[in-house]
Antibody, heavy 116, light 107 residues
Framework: EVQLVESGGGLVQPGGSLRLSCAAS????????MSWVRQAPGKGLEWVSN???????YYADTVKGRFTISRDDSKNTLYLQMNSLRAEDTAVYYC??????????WGQGTLVTVSS | ETVMTQSPATLAVSPGETATLSCRAS??????VVWYQHKPGQGPRLLTY???TRAAGIPARFSGSGSGTTFTLTITGLQSEDFAVYYC?????????FGQGTKLEIK
């Protein structure tokens, strides 16, 4: 059974940093592209970033230059380093298995709150 | 980017009845549309892909249709566990974009 478990969310001040992790199990992690998708309070889903199995990285314009996606295939873990955080980055962040879609597996999400 | 517009925003239907959810793309996305079900505190669940193919383990009461710019998710014989928010997503054009969601409520 595929499992994706996010961690690392929390409360951070504007301009601060956080590192999210997503621990994967139940599939050959290195064979698959992985993505981060977020949902702001009361809003819909928004793709944030993805990384291919070969390490190619892509970002939404709203986070480009501030967020960095990475993966450690030896640990079956996906990361999202978030710097220069803004209030509008407040959201539940999900990791999902896949590049652009379809995302056939999702984690339960981790909440990031950017507030002073 | 391709804008996905879902309607209605909220749909109230009685258990046992049929719900029809719509999704329209601002430009052609071929068949590259998926539907997800999202419940509070959980990650979204893939229902259909390639517009009409059910994902593994998805009951036959869920069916997707459409191509090009107009897509529909139909849920027949609604059960209590089906009341949730539903999102369409296109992945034909970069970046993959989601609709704003349809909340399916119990009438």
């Amino acid at each position: 059974e595929v499992q994706l478990v996010e961690s690392g969310g929390g409360l951070v001040q504007p301009g601060g940093s956080l590192r999210l992790s997503c621990a994967a199990s139940g599939f050959t992690f290195s064979d698959y592209a992985m993505s981060w998708v977020r949902q702001a309070p009361g809003k819909g889903l928004e793709w944030v970033s993805n990384i291919s199995g070969s390490g190619d990285k892509y970002y939404a314009d709203t986070v480009k230059g501030r967020f960095t996606i990475s993966r450690d295939d030896s640990k079956n873990t996906l990361y999202l380093q978030m710097n220069s955080l803004r209030a509008e980055d407040t959201a539940v962040y999900y990791c999902a298995k896949g590049l652009l879609g379809p995302y056939d597996s999702w984690g339960q999400g981790t909440l990031v709150t950017v507030s002073s | 980017e391709t804008v996905m517009t879902q309607s209605p925003a909220t749909l109230a239907v009685s258990p046992g009845e049929t719900a029809t959810l719509s999704c329209r793309a601002s430009q052609s996305v071929s068949w590259n549309v998926v539907w997800y079900q999202h419940k509070p505190g959980q990650g979204p669940r893939l229902l259909t892909y390639d517009a009409s193919t059910r994902a593994a383990g998805i009951p036959a009461r869920f069916s997707g249709s459409g191509s090009g710019t107009t897509f529909t998710l139909t849920i027949t014989g609604l059960q209590s566990e089906d009341f949730a928010v539903y999102y369409c997503q296109q992945f034909n054009n970069w970046p993959g974009t989601f609709g704003q969601g349809t909340k399916l409520e119990i009438k």
